[in-house]
């Protein structure tokens, strides 16, 4: 008797959009690619279109491509939040903000996500639109994370410092989502709480000495007018970039890290070295080290058809088995 062949089996019984998937799951990327691009050839609806946008945007890397594919499908009205999150998530790497409002409050239409709720929230607040930023990322879920500091972050900028405060007094640094102290105490700064600052900074200092990090600390210590501890946690960066620089010129060199490698990071540690070195200069000025927060689109999967996720393929989603 012959083996029985269970994959031939299953391939005959699933469908081609779901054994490209299962391709792409078994890291078989460049035949799941080519089968992506086979479906959209020759069938053209809104699976396959949106399921070739995915693969280029997450895997290819390709925004422009993504949304032609996306753009084109739009004529078909789909009937799924889909191809709109992944226009609004393009939208937002494009800095269009508005553009990627309008699809994302159309994703929203159909069902609420987290990643369309988040990357909305990103679209009001790059939009200086920032109380009803935080009134978004609040319906994110999450505890003392990084979605909740965008929402603390919002607040600040509504001018509702209260509400602020409040999120970050009652920070958990037990949560599964805890953001760390040092992102904490940089925005404790922006509040003006220097205290709650230098507290946070205390806990995650010998873990970064980054200039950005270093400045903000010595400037929350400069405001508390602790001019010793100032000086010492700069001469301490100093050092360690000083010893850091030593151990890349005599790191060894392979096929991993060579000599250029080793030549821009001295250059970079070079860099960052002048910046400490002028850093006691800047505070004395009266130099305020500006405040650099970034948020970054959500992405996800808007992959129909996909298991792993519970994807519904785009014709049950039309029958109303919407997942």
């Known amino acids: 008797m012959e083996p029985i062949n269970y994959r031939e089996r ?11 998937i299962m391709l792409l799951e078994q890291n078989n990327y460049d035949e799941a690619f080519s089968l992506f691009k086979k479906l959209a050839r020759e069938t053209l609806p809104v699976q396959s279109l949106n399921n070739l ?17 996306l753009e084109q499908l739009l004529v078909l009205n789909p009937k799924s939040s889909f191809p709109y999150m992944l226009l609004g998530e393009i939208a937002l790497h494009n800095k269009q903000y508005d553009e990627a409002k309008h699809y994302l409050l ?6 609420e996500t987290e990643e369309a709720t988040y990357n909305l929230a990103m679209a009001h607040f790059q ?24 929402e603390v972050v919002s607040w600040l900028y509504a001018g509702h410092i209260d509400k602020a405060k409040a999120l970050l007094a009652n920070w958990n640094d ?4 805890y953001t760390g102290a040092i992102e904490i105490a940089d925005v404790y700064i922006e ?5 709650e600052a230098r507290v946070q900074f205390e806990k995650e200092w010998n873990s970064c000495y980054a200039p950005y990090i270093v400045s903000r600390y010595a400037y929350s210590l400069w405001q508390l007018e ?10 301490q960066a100093i050092q360690q970039n000083k010893e850091e620089q030593t151990d890349e010129q005599q790191r060894e060199l392979d096929e991993h890290w060579t000599a250029q490698d080793r030549d821009e990071c001295i250059i970079e540690l070079t860099e960052q070295l002048q910046t400490l070195e002028t850093l006691w200069r800047s505070l004395e000025n009266g130099v ?6 970034d948020m970054y689109p959500n992405g996800g999967c808007q992959l129909f058809g996909c298991t792993q996720h519970v994807h519904s393929e785009y014709e049950e989603v039309t029958r109303g088995e919407i997942r």
């Open 127 to 150: 939009l200086g639109e920032f109380e009803q930023a935080a009134k978004v990322f609040s319906r994110c879920d999450g505890d003392s994370g990084i979605t909740q500091l965008h």
């Open 226 to 235: 602790d001019y010793d501890a100032c000086r010492a946690i700069i001469r």
């Open 288 to 293: 305020v080290p500006p405040f650099d927060y």
């Open 191 to 195: 509040l003006g709480c220097y205290n």
């Open 53 to 69: 946008a995915w693969i280029m945007l997450r895997e290819e890397e390709n925004r422009d491509e993504a949304r032609a594919l």
């Open 174 to 177: 037990e949560a599964d989502d």
């Open 106 to 111: 159309q994703a929203l239409s159909f069902r």
């Open 10 to 20: 299953l391939e005959n019984i699933i469908s081609e959009n779901k054994r490209a």
